[in-house]
Antibody, heavy 117, light 107 residues
């Protein structure tokens, strides 16, 4: 079955960096675009970043543009989110999701990032 | 950016009720709309895509309709496991956006 497993979350001070990973199994990872979505405590869903199946196209939310970088390693079936210059408002559960034209059909369980001094 | 609204943000209902949740887009998005269910501490679960297509494995009491800028999610007979928050999402253009959510609670 399809599995997406995020890792790399934790507590980090403002201004520091963190890299999230999303290990994907049960499908041909290199055939699918992927996204990151986050959810601040008690809040709704916020899209963060997109990467095409081959990594050639990337899009970012304005709130993270210039600070976050999405990437993928198709040989390792893994998606990444490099987060630099973290702010307190980046505190959230971060989900990776498999995407296609009409929906995000598979989601990971999420990893919590807490930015606090 | 395309904005989505979901009135109301909170809805009280009883088991067996027919429930309708609305999602309105700030511009036409054809049928590039999905609906998700989220329970506390869990990832969102895809219910409906392309506005009206039921995702595999989702009970048939869930249905979606609409196109353009107005959409609805209907639960024909609310079950205890359906108490959750429901989000709409547009994939017509990036940035992908989500509605603010409608929480369905027990009356």
């Amino acid at each position: 079955q399809v599995q997406l497993v995020e890792s790399g979350g934790g507590v980090v001070q403002p201004g520091r960096s963190l890299r999230l990973s999303c290990a994907v199994s049960g499908l041909t990872f290199s055939s699918y675009s992927m996204d990151w979505v986050r959810q601040a405590p008690g809040k709704g869903l916020e899209w963060v970043a997109f990467i095409s199946y081959d990594g050639s196209n990337k899009y970012y939310a304005d709130s993270v543009k210039g600070r976050f970088t999405i990437s993928r390693d198709n040989s390792r079936n893994t998606l990444y989110l490099q987060m630099n210059s973290l702010r307190t408002e980046d505190t959230a559960v971060y989900y990776c999701a498999k995407t296609w034209e009409f929906a995000f059909d598979y989601w990971g369980q999420g990893t919590l990032v807490t930015v606090s001094s | 950016d395309i904005q989505l609204t979901q009135p109301p943000s909170f809805l009280s209902a009883s088991v067996g009720d027919r429930v309708t949740i609305t999602c309105r887009a700030s511009q036409g998005i054809s049928n590039y709309l999905a609906w998700y269910q989220q329970k506390p501490g869990k990832a969102p679960k895809l219910l409906i895509y392309a506005a009206s297509t039921l995702q595999s494995g989702v009970p048939s009491r869930f249905s979606g309709s609409g196109s353009g800028a107005e959409f609805t999610l209907t639960i024909s007979s609310l079950q205890p496991e359906d108490f959750a928050t429901y989000y709409c999402q547009q994939l017509y253009s990036y940035p992908v956006t989500f509605g603010p959510g409608t929480k369905v609670d027990i009356k």
